[in-house]
Nanobody, 124 residues
Framework: QVQLVESGGGLVQAGGSLRLSCAAAGRTFSTYHMGWFRQAPGKEREFVAHISWNGGTTYYADSAKGRFTISRDNAKNTVYLQMNSLKPEDTAVYYC?????????????????WGQGTQVAVSS
């Protein structure tokens, strides 16, 4: 089992940057694949980015490609989401998620463990 806590959200102007962090409690973090999702008001939770257990594989939603970078530091039990060139449509609550076995890395239902989320607001 793993407990996840996100941080790093905030209010930023369009074109700005934020780095989200997701700290995991537990000794087996390095065995989990990790994902970032987001949910805007009135919308369904959507996939943003994924990273494999050892960081060897990453995958991004089209909306994140070229602007966001997911990374992890297994020694620090932390996964990151660097977000650049932010747009107002990136405004959402961002969640990190973990699972040991994934078939569809973009599907929220596949992830067993979730953090509480961190709010990102981008002003125009």
């Amino acid at each position: 089992q793993v407990q996840l806590v996100e941080s790093g959200g905030g209010l930023v102007q369009a074109g700005g940057s934020l780095r989200l962090s997701c700290a995991a409690a537990g000794r087996t973090f390095s065995t989990y694949h990790m994902g970032w999702f987001r949910q805007a008001p009135g919308k369904e939770r959507e996939f943003v980015a994924h990273i494999s257990w050892n960081g060897g594989t990453t995958y991004y939603a089209d909306s994140a490609k070229g602007r966001f970078t997911i990374s992890r530091d297994n020694a620090k039990n932390t996964v990151y989401l660097q977000m650049n060139s932010l747009k107002p449509e990136d405004t959402a609550v961002y969640y990190c998620a973990a699972d040991r076995s994934l078939v569809r890395v973009t599907a929220a239902v596949e992830y067993d463990y979730w953090g509480q989320g961190t709010q990102v607001a981008v002003s125009s």
